[in-house]
Structures are given as C-alpha cells and as structure tokens.
C-alpha cells in the first residue's frame, strides 16, 4: 500500500467495502478469491469478499440501523417493505435466508413466505 495516492485510492474505497462486509487486506496477502484493486499500475489493495450468508447478516444489520430500532419492533408494512427489498437483492436464494430473515424480522418462516406470495399474487 504505497504513496498517498494509493492511500487516496484506499480511503476512498473503504465505504464500499465496508457497506459490502468486505474484509481489506495487503495484495500480497490475497488469496484466490480475493479481488486485487490496482491503482496507477500497482496493486495496492485486496478485497475479501464475503460469503452470501454473511452478506445477509451485514444487510439486516444495515437495515436495523437505518430503521433506528430492531426489525422486529417494525410495523407489518415496513416489514413486507423489508421483505420485497430483500427479496429484490437475492437475499432469499441464500440457504437458510428465510429462516434469517423472519427470525431478524420476529416472525415465522410461513409469514415470510406469505410476504413474498402476497406481492407475487398482486
């Protein structure tokens, strides 16, 4: 991580990791499925991504603190709001994301299901 452009490079990128749950780390440190970011040729900074299970938690986290209050305490249309948002950004092709979901939201697994079969059916 070189020079105050790379620096620059990094701080500028740290919001989007952050709001991804993704972890920064030395290049030289990367593995595999690390995405290395370059900047003026060198590559200055690497992206571990999360797993999508992960990506859920780090979602709902970001939707109790944009709501000021834990997700069960929502009202129902906020909450079927929730669900079709979530829906929208594969939360719920994730294994386990039903179960995530409601037990986030404090409701069953079938009242998610009906959230999601209430907006499909209109």
Do not use: C
């Amino acid at each position: 991580m070189s020079g105050a452009g790379g620096e620059a490079f990094i701080a500028a990128v740290k919001p989007l990791v952050d709001a991804m749950g993704g972890e920064m780390l030395p290049p030289d440190e990367a593995g595999a499925d690390d995405v290395v970011l370059s900047w003026q040729g060198a590559g200055v900074v690497a992206v571990r991504l999360p797993q999508l299970a992960d990506s859920l938690d780090h979602i709902l986290a970001a939707l109790e603190r944009g709501q000021g209050r834990p997700l069960a305490e929502l009202d129902r249309r906020t909450k079927q709001e929730i669900v079709r948002g979530l829906e929208a950004r594969g939360a719920f092709a994730v294994r386990h994301g039903v179960e995530t979901v409601a037990s986030a939201l404090g409701v069953s697994r079938f009242t998610v299901y009906n959230y999601l079969n209430r907006e499909k059916g209109s």
